[in-house]
Structure formats: C-alpha cells, structure tokens
C-alpha cells in the first residue's frame, strides 16, 4: 500500500469534461421488460438495451461457462497542480469502456473493449467464452433490478465545477504553508477529482449502477535549514462532491505538512533491532492492511499460500481485538456502495474477540469457501478482472488509554506517520516505512526519529498486540492498494495499541 | 488503425487545437495489444485479451499549459474535448518555461532499425501460448512433497506510440515484449516461502522457454527455514535482478524535476565523485535489440548516448525540456534508455565465493529512501554467507543507512547483467551495510 505522492501524477486531469455521451442509433427501446429511471438513464449512458445485454451475455456462455458479467465504466478524472508558486497545470483523463468475464468453475476468461457497440461487445464476449471449450444455448435470466446503497452523498458533482471554482483552494494551501515557516522553500500542490459511472450486469440477471465520486487534496512541502533539506506530504481524501472544499481543509493541511516537516530536522535513526512500537492512532492501520489485511484475501487462501491459510475459527490475538474491513463509512475513500461483482458493500470482521472470523472475498472464492460474498470483489477498471480486495481496513476501541500504553514501555519507539508497505504473503513478514516518530525512555516521548522500515511477521504481530486504546481513527490520506498490478483507494485507522515486539530499522 | 490513419487523427486533433486558441501542441496516439494466460494445477487460471487505443494532447495556450488523454477517439468528441481542454486552461496561470523542444534537438534520422518490435508478434498462435504456460508450471508441479501451490503465466503485448507537435516533430515507436513466469509457494513450517522466477524478450524466438518453473522451485526450496539473525554490519552482496530497489533512488536523485524541487541528495553534483570508483556506466539508447532502446524519447528528443558515472563521477543528469528551462541548463532526456554497466569479472557464485561474511541479498520488502536527505531503510530477505559458503536463509530484517555512502561502499560489481531490463545492472557488493535483525 502506498499514500502516493502525486507530484509527478501526470496521468490525469484538469478542464475537459465529456460528462454524456451521444446516444447511438442502435438503442432502441426496451421490449418486455420495464426497469427504473436510474437504470434507464445508465443504460443510456452506455448507449446499451436490456436485449443486447442478455445477447452479450448468452454469447459469452455460448462456449460452456456457467457465469457471465459485464462491467460498464465511464470515469473522467480532472487534476490541477501547483509548482514554484501557482496553479499552473492541468490533467485529464476519460476513460470509457465495457469488461466482460466468463467463469467456468474458478477458471476466469476475459476481455474488454473500449467501443460499446454490438459488434465490439460481442467480439470480446466471444473471447473470453474461450475458457470453457464446449458449446450450449443460454436462454436469458430474468432482469434483477438491484439498488445499490447510499454510502456517499454528493452535493455538488464535480462535472458541474469549473476551474476556477477550484484554483483558489489550491492556492491558499500554497500560501499558507509559505506563511507557517519561513524555512519552507518549495511547495507543490494538486486537486484531483475523479467521477465514475459503472453499470453491472450478470448472466443471473442482476443489474446494477453506482455512481463514485473521489476528490483528493494534497500538499508537498520542502524545508531548508543550514543548507539541510527535508520534506513532507499531506493530504486528505474522500468519495465527496465539491463541498469537500473549504477553509477547515486547507488550514488542516497546511498545518499538518509544516509541522511534519519542521520535526525532521531534530530527528534521528533510533538504533537497530527488536524493540517494544506503540503504533499512533490512525495511519497506523497500515499495520493491519499489511500484517494482516493481504494475508486475509481469500484468493491467497484458496490456493493455500498464505500464512493464515488453516487459521479459520482459531484465536490469532487478544480477546480484545476485533479488525474490521468496511466499505459501508460515509463518504471514506475505502467505501463502495457495490462491489464490482455487482454485491453490496458491507462490514465484516476478519477477527472477532481475537478469533479469525472471515476472510476477504470475492465471487470466486466465496463459492470455494461457501460461504456469503463479503462485497470485496474490486477492480481497478473495466480493463481488469475483480479480486478479493479491502476497503477502510480498521481495529476497534479497546480497553487501554493512550498514555498508559506510553507509560508502559521502557524502551521503544512510538510511530504515527507512514508512507508504504509490503507483505509476502506465504512468508507472513510484512513491513511499513516510517517518515517520522519518536523513541520511548522510561514511558515518555523523547527524540524524533525519521526514515526507517519496520519489518515484522504477520500471525506474530497479530498475537503481540498486547493493549490497545480507545482513541480509533481513521487515516483519511491518499491511501492506494496494489496488488496483481491493480491500484484501488483504500484507507485504514487503527486505536493506540502497543506490539511487545518489532524489527525496526536504524543503526548498530 | 493503420499508420496513415493515426498520422491522420493526430494531425486532424492538432489543427483542431491550433483552430481552437492553442498556441502550439503535441498529440501522441498510443495503441496497445496483449494477452495473458494464467496456469495453475495444470489447469488455466486466467485467460485475458486487451486491445487499446487512446489519444493524449499537451496544450500550449497564452502561456499556459495543461494535458488531456482520452479513449474516446470519434471526431465529433474528440473536437468537443479538445474545445473544453483549451478553455480550461485559459483560467490556469501562465508558466513561461513551458515549451515545445526546440526543434533543432528533435530526431531528424530516417528511423534506423533498432529492433524493438517482434513483427510476428500476431502469428504466435493462442494454442502455443497456452502450451507454454503449461509446460513451464509442469516444470514444478508435484516435483515435490512440500510443494503447496505453483502457478505459472505466458504474456504479450506491443504497443505504438506516434507523435505529432506543432513545431515540426513527427515519429512512431514501436515495441513488443514476450514473458514467461513461474511463482512457487511450499511448505516450511509456519511459514510459507514463495519464489518466481520470470524470462521476457523483445522476440517470441528468442524467449527462454524452460528452466523457469524448476528455478522458482529451486528458490522457494532454499528459503525453508528462514529466520532473521543478530542485528550487526555486514557485507551486502545483492543479486543482479534484485538491485535497481537501491539503484533507483540514486537515479532519481538525477532527474530534473527532483534537482528543481529540491527532492534531489545530488543537487549540483555534475562532476564530482558521489560514488565509489567502481561505478561506471552509460545511458546507451541506440544498442540494437536493447530492451530500452529508441531513436529519440518521448518528446522527441534524439537520443544519444551518455555517460551517467564514470568511476564515481557523475556526468549526467536527466532533464527534460521543461526542467532545462527552469534550471538555466540544456536539455539531456527525461527517461533513461539501456543501462549499461563497466562489469567486474566474477559471477554470483564467485562473489559468494570470496566473502568472508556477508549476507547475500536476493529479495527486498517494503523500504523507501528519502528524497531530499537520501535516508533509506528496506525490508530484505536472503542468505547469511560465512567464509563463501551460503549458512542459512534469512529474513524479516532491514536494512538502513544513506544513499550516498551506499554508493560511496560499493567494492565489487559481478559479470552478470540483468539480462531482462533495460537496466542491465550486475549482482554489486556493498561494505559495512547496518543490519537490524533480532
């Protein structure tokens, strides 16, 4: 997982908005089938008919599958950026297109195309009908009209905002950060909004839409002190419309990159090895995104890779742990009204009273496992087939305070600011990059320390978490998962909590 | 589309932004083909098809600059794009270090062959591709009782892309990449160790086809029982395939944006020695069949060769039109080409051979370097070496330090060029690295 920094993000945004498409004169109106307005206006969004896409989908079955669906997305993005003092640039990308997957047993056939147009559709269907290699007749399920939640409410759609309604935030953020410290000599800054049409189909019949708004805001701040430089990143992002922006933002922003910054130049390598680490409420979930969230999904476990693989039921940490994988939190970057297999999103415990609850599933594997689908099968785009992935990745309160999990190590370290982390799955040895924090000394916050990894192993750190706070938060940053060569926006929080032990990295 | 088509679009899409207000422009119309096939249990996993096309503009207008990338390619909405692009723009502050290259430094070549491009990519047949993804998984599958799950893929793609500016530029690249690639994940106890092993090549005939599932079984066999050791300074000697994690940060610390804004441990460094005096090498893009190789970069730049360090020395930067301008410097390239190292004369086993103590990295974890100080620290995973023999695999420890004494260690390179990047970066041994273990 990486809090990307977008200051070399040059692959989106800016002005240009195609917000509808022309419908094309192959759409004729429904026969048979009545469907709701929002349906309706999907369906003309894409230029399609319920009857081309049950004869898409008998296509993509006509080879022996015994699944089908199809993934509809329009997504425009728009980013503005700021360099050496002004909003100087603009990026955009549309991006427009149907997916089309077939399913024979656990064995996936797939294509997309970037035209929607009967031929196009048809085309790719029959491709990816290729990984079955028998022949039947399908006849069309009955349409299941399917509304999805509401996790995110929308104002103002950024299609409907101009530039220049945008610049001005931008800006201040610039000049702020500016105004906080004069040792700050070079700001960049960017606003990137993104909004997403997606339309889903299956040969069950389910037909569904969501609508995704993203916006983030972010700042990157150099300081120069004595010829020394350093720097910092911040940022927030969330699935909300234009009110996302305003003064409170800003300020939130800019303060928190001066301040990040400012600190490093006091701060050190603590020293190598195996130590006590209070991990800060918040950003601090990165821990369980690596240790365990990715050990969790249930592909790695159906092929029997991870290291959680036979710990179904089991106890893997103190009674009072309980983690949660969310994608229903309002407007949070991690929540999907649907998932991209058409379920809805919802909230389920990975570990419930410190016993492995759940694992992360997608259609796939929630077959396999036979169990309910969990709504975490995600896609990056109509370009790639979904997998099990996470939303908003969360520990809940427990029963400790903050100050007595400080108070409690003798010496350590205390972390609240990440930047990137990785898991081996089958290993179980995950780490996370620590842009600053500070050394324990007999229960108290002494020295800074900055830019060292921390490494440790998944089902270990998981049973060393030995006291846990009741002061959980959420991380609203730039969070993005990779994983198979496909990026989502997650997030993930965590309360103060204290693992007995971790490998830290820093001087011998 | 055929060439002539794309010239077409583009250079409509061009006059149509010149019409519209734009002061100069450049369009890039990018396509892409590629197919993947996913083995597991001798059975397929995955089976996927991707065509795709798209079109980019960068906008020039009263000063002002933006960039737009759209698949939408039909006319009628690519002008409506294109209109509302320029309007946009319009609103942003003026930047005047934004240009188009200066014409004279283009490539004005006649396209020499540089054989980057399979042109029998589309007659490997979907049977064959199946076939080998097969055969490489079949290379591991069952060849061992501790074996948990081994899967292995084929993949393809080519792709063009061909750019038109308003000053004159015109040119196509073209390239194709074949791959071959095996994971494997057995059992060791808790924990479950999983290798790969991954072969690519510019041409379908000159991919290595076998020795690709037995080498990932061989890797993950050798990490059963891996644990970490004492925390200390060792000797680090990184496998060839596993060292551009270290190697990046230095290149990065070179690019123009970095220097400009101050994210750079080598700013106003050309000329002086940064690193040890083994480090030589040369950014070399006109090697006939090199995997980075081109005729000129992505704004049209011709490429030349360079020498990036010369025993320690740097001699380059990597700056593209826009960072000159605001550097006060001449523009070089914004995108290395073929890395090309001065080679040391011992293989991997030879360097294992000659350390006395060490820990030969083959794997890193996690990790990141601070831009502006050059601070690093990565997660890394490997073997513990004791008088040249390899002791125990080892793992979940981290390594720390600075990026410029790092490079300032480096003691030994090997002979043995990563042969599947266009980085062609050696096995390379490090002195008195910081270990943090148990």
């Avoid at chain 2, 892309?161 to 194709?176: A, P, Q």
């Avoid at chain 2, 000329?271 to 000129?296: Q, T």
Wanted: hydrophobic share 35%; with cysteine; net charge negative.
């Amino acid at each position: 997982m990486r809090n990307i920094d977008r200051r070399k993000f040059l692959k989106s945004s800016g002005s240009a908005v195609v917000g509808s498409m022309l419908l094309p004169a192959f759409v004729q109106s429904c026969q048979g089938a009545s469907v709701s307005a929002e349906i309706q206006a999907y369906l003309e969004h894409f230029g399609v008919d319920l009857k081309l896409l049950q004869k898409v989908t008998e296509k993509a079955l006509s080879k022996g599958g015994d699944y089908a669906d199809l993934f509809f997305e329009h997504k425009i993005v728009n980013s503005l950026g700021l360099e050496d003092g002004k909003v100087n640039r603009a990026f955009s990308n549309i991006d427009f297109g149907v997916g089309i997957r077939v399913l024979k047993g656990d064995q996936t056939g797939f294509a997309y195309s970037e035209t929607i147009t009967p031929e196009a559709m048809l085309k790719a269907a029959n491709t990816a009908a290729n990984i079955a290699s028998g022949s039947q007749a399908v006849s069309a399920q009955e349409i299941k009209e399917a509304m999805p939640a509401n996790y995110y409410t929308i104002n103002k759609s950024w299609e409907d905002v101009s530039v220049p309604e945008k610049i001005p935030f931008i800006q201040k953020l610039n000049d702020q950060v500016f105004d906080l410290d004069s040792r700050v000599s070079k700001v960049n800054a960017f606003l990137n909004d993104e909004s997403a049409y997606v339309m889903f189909y299956s040969s069950e019949g389910v037909l569904t839409y969501d609508y995704r708004p993203m916006v983030s805001l972010g700042v990157v701040c150099v300081m120069e002190q004595n010829g020394q430089l350093e720097n910092s990143y911040s940022a927030r992002s969330f699935r909300k419309g234009f009110e996302f922006l305003n003064q409170e933002v800003v300020d939130l922003l800019a303060n928190e990159v001066v301040d990040r910054t400012a600190l490093l130049f006091d701060a050190t390598k603590p020293k190598a090895g195996e130590m006590p680490v209070v991990m800060g409420a918040g950003g601090s979930g990165i821990l369980l995104h690596e240790a365990i969230g990715h050990t969790f999904e249930a592909d790695f476990n159906r092929k029997g890779t991870s290291i959680f693989a036979d710990k179904m039921g089991k106890k893997v940490a103190e009674k009072f742990v309980n983690i949660v994988d969310d994608g229903t939190l309002a407007e949070n970057r991690g929540s999907i009204n649907m998932d991209d297999e058409g379920n809805r999103s919802e909230k389920t415990y990975l570990v419930k009273d410190g016993i492995l609850n759940s694992y992360i599933h997608d259609r796939i594997s929630a077959r396999h496992y036979q169990v309910d689908p969990t709504g975490n099968g995600r896609r990056e785009s109509f370009r790639h087939v979904p997998l099990p992935r996470m939303r908003a990745t969360y520990m809940e309160t427990g029963p400790h305070s903050r100050e007595d999990i400080i108070s409690d190590v003798k010496q350590g370290i205390y972390v609240d600011n990440f930047s990137n982390g990785e898991v081996k799955i089958g290993a179980g040895d995950f780490t996370f990059y620590v842009k600053s924090g500070y050394l324990i000394e007999n229960g108290k916050l002494t020295q800074p320390i900055k830019d060292i990894n921390i490494i440790g192993n998944g089902p270990q750190a998981l049973a060393d978490i030995t006291m846990c706070a009741s002061d959980y938060k959420i991380d609203n940053g730039t969070w993005t998962c990779g994983k198979s060569g496909q990026s989502v926006p997650v997030t993930c929080g965590l309360p103060t909590v204290l693992v007995k032990k971790l490998t830290v990295g820093g001087v011998s | 589309m055929t060439q002539e088509e794309k010239y077409n679009l583009a250079k409509w899409a061009m006059q149509h932004a010149l019409d519209s207000g734009a002061d100069a422009a450049s369009i890039v119309i990018s396509e892409s083909k590629s197919s993947t096939v996913d083995v597991r249990e001798q059975k397929i996993d995955t089976l996927k098809e991707a065509i795709q096309s798209s079109l980019s503009v960068r906008l020039f207008v009263d000063q002002k600059y933006s960039a737009h990338r759209t698949n939408r390619l039909d006319k009628q909405e690519l002008a409506h794009f294109i209109e509302q692009a320029i309007a946009g723009t319009k609103y942003l502050s003026p930047d005047p270090y934004r240009q188009l290259p200066d014409p004279a430094l283009y490539y004005q070549g006649n396209g020499q062959e540089l054989g980057t491009v399979d042109p029998s990519y589309d007659k490997v047949d979907p049977a064959t591709k199946v076939k080998l993804a097969f055969d490489v998984e079949k290379e591991a599958f069952e060849k061992d009782e501790r074996i948990i799950s081994v899967s292995a893929s084929y993949s393809d793609n080519t792709n063009s892309r061909l750019m038109v500016t308003s000053n004159g530029f015109e040119g196509e690249t073209k390239n194709s990449s074949f791959s071959l690639s095996a994971s494997v994940s057995v059992n060791g106890g808790d924990a479950r160790p999983s290798e790969g092993w991954y072969e690519r090549a510019i041409f379908f005939d000159q991919l290595k086809k076998s020795e690709i599932g037995s080498l990932a079984l061989e890797r993950a066999l050798k990490k059963i029982g891996q644990e970490k050791i004492k925390s200390g300074k060792y000797d680090m000697l990184i496998e060839n395939r596993a060292v551009s994690r270290l190697f990046y940060p230095l290149l990065s610390a070179l690019d123009g944006y970095s220097i400009q804004q101050k994210n750079s441990f080598l700013i106003d460094q050309l000329g002086k020695k940064v690193a040890s005096e083994k480090l030589s090498l040369v950014d070399d893009p006109l090697i006939p069949g090199g995997l980075g190789s081109k005729l000129f970069d992505g704004e049209g730049l011709a490429a030349k060769k360079r020498t990036v360090f010369d025993k320690g020395v740097l001699g380059t930067y990597f700056i593209d039109t826009y960072y000159a301008r605001k550097l006060e410097m001449e523009p070089t390239t914004g995108d290395t080409s073929n890395l090309v190292f001065e080679l040391g004369d011992k293989d991997l086993a030879s360097m294992v051979k000659g350390m006395k103590k060490g820990i030969l990295v083959t794997g890193f974890n996690g990790g990141n370097t601070n831009g502006s100080t050059g601070d690093f620290s990565y997660g890394i995973d490997g073997f513990l070496v004791e008088n040249g023999e390899i002791i125990q695999p080892v793992s979940e420890m981290n390594i720390s330090g600075n990026m410029k004494s790092l490079w300032m260690s480096l003691a030994e390179l090997g002979n043995d060029p990563n042969p599947i990047s266009s980085w062609q970066i050696p096995s390379m041994l490090f002195e008195g690295i910081d270990f943090s273990g148990s």
